[in-house]
Every structure is written in structure tokens, then in C-alpha cells.
């Protein structure tokens, strides 16, 4: 285990619906980022936080919305979601400026 | 800013061989290039990295090699084994930055 975990691992959801994704890093880091996994594309990063506060957005449409109440926690609150949101959705943390990221296991999500 | 290449997309070898992939990146700039290990149903895990000021970094079974002037870097596994069987994403980045540009990923599959 890496020390970041997400919640849940699965999520279907239609295109109507508001749902939330947890991260959680339990490795004393103070930088979080959102990235999205899908096929045969390489990862793209979403959104950065830094001391709890966002630093990057890389022009992510705006029914993606990140949260990050305290260094630990990092949350991407979604509503009226695309059939083509439809990827593995991956939380990494790491030092500010520092490196090295480290990945939790990602939440798998489907949009019907 | 920033682009990587990674080849090939696919790999296999026998059991024993080793197995070779390259990445290419374009920014001068970037000085950090870490190699993640994703398997089925988890989170790309960093196996290796190496930073521009080296030529070469070895862990057991693991290298990387840096080639600043061209501009590439490769992983090297020997004596593969089956276990080594996954997708591969090398990435580049400044090591003060956060910013991480990722590879479209290599899926190794070890022939036992």
C-alpha cells in the first residue's frame, strides 16, 4: 500500500446525479492532485493543491469540482457527468516541490 | 510545454530476458524522471527515478538510464519474471515543480 486511499473503488452513475470522490493521505505530505486515467491516453492532471489550496486546473470542465479541506483530504464532487467522464480517477499526494508523487488505487467510474 | 513519448506500447519477452522501454521528452527544463509500475486494479506505483544531475540509477533488477543532450531515458529489467508483468509510464518534470507529463504507458506481459 502506498499510504493514499480513495473511496469508493467503484462508481456508477448517470448523467443526472451528484456524487463524490474521497482521497486520503496518511503520509504526512502537503501537496494532493487529481489526475484522470483513460485508455490509451496518457494521465492528465486535473486539478493541484498545495497547503490546501488549489494552484493548478487544467481547464477541467467545470462539473468537476475539487474540495481539500486539510492536507489529508482531498475530495472531487461531480454532477451532470458525460458518458466520456467514464475513466479510472486517480488521487496522488507528495511534498510541496519536493518529487516524488504517490498514487492511491483510483476510483473506477462509469456514467450512464 | 512539456511532451513524452514512450515505446512501445506493448512488450513481451520470456521469462529470464530483459525488457527495455524508452521515453523521450522535449523540455530541456525538466531535471526528474520518474518510472511507475501500474498493475490490474491499482494505482501507478513509483518503482525508480532519477534526476538529471546522474547518467544511470540501478535497484536490483531495476535501471534507468538518462541521456540529457538527446533527451531520453529508458527502464531496464533484467531477469524478468512474471510478477513483472504491467503497464510501465515513465514522466518528466522540474523537481521543484508539481507539474508531473506522463508517457502513454507500455504493457509488459513475462512469458513463464
Known amino acids: 500500500e502506498t499510504g493514499v486511499t480513495q473511496t469508493p473503488r467503484h462508481l456508477v452513475m448517470g448523467m443526472t446525479n451528484k456524487k463524490s470522490l474521497k482521497c486520503e493521505q496518511h503520509?504526512?505530505?502537503?501537496?494532493m492532485y487529481w489526475y484522470k486515467q483513460s485508455a490509451k491516453k496518457p494521465l492528465e492532471l486535473m486539478f493541484v493543491?498545495?497547503?490546501?489550496?488549489?494552484?493548478e486546473n487544467n481547464s477541467v470542465p467545470s462539473r468537476f469540482s475539487p474540495e481539500c479541506p486539510n492536507s489529508s483530504h482531498l475530495f472531487l464532487h461531480l454532477h451532470t457527468l458525460q458518458p466520456e467522464d467514464s475513466a479510472l480517477y486517480l488521487c496522488?499526494?507528495?511534498?510541496?516541490?519536493?518529487?516524488?508523487?504517490?498514487f492511491g488505487p483510483g476510483t473506477r467510474l462509469t456514467v450512464t | 510545454g512539456e511532451n513524452v513519448e514512450q515505446h512501445p506500447s506493448t512488450l513481451s519477452v520470456q521469462e529470464g530476458d530483459s525488457a527495455v522501454i524508452k521515453c523521450t521528452y522535449s523540455?530541456?527544463?525538466?531535471?526528474?524522471f520518474p518510472w511507475y509500475k501500474q498493475e490490474l486494479g491499482k494505482g501507478p506505483q513509483l518503482i525508480i527515478d532519477?534526476?538529471?544531475?546522474?547518467g544511470e540509477k540501478k535497484d536490483q533488477r531495476i535501471a534507468v538510464t538518462l541521456n540529457k543532450t538527446a533527451k531520453h531515458f529508458s527502464l531496464h529489467i533484467t531477469e524478468t519474471q512474471p510478477e513483472d508483468s504491467a503497464v510501465y509510464f515513465c514522466?518528466?518534470?522540474?523537481?521543484?515543480?508539481?507539474?508531473?507529463?506522463f508517457g502513454t504507458g507500455t504493457s509488459l506481459t513475462v512469458i513463464p
Open positions: 496522488a499526494s507528495s511534498l510541496l516541490n519536493a518529487g516524488e508523487q504517490y
Open positions: 503520509l504526512g505530505h502537503n501537496a
Open positions: 493543491y498545495s497547503l490546501e489550496e488549489r494552484v
Open positions: 523540455d530541456s527544463a525538466s531535471n526528474y
Open positions: 532519477i534526476r538529471s544531475n546522474v
Open positions: 514522466a518528466a518534470s522540474k523537481y521543484s515543480g508539481n507539474q508531473f507529463y
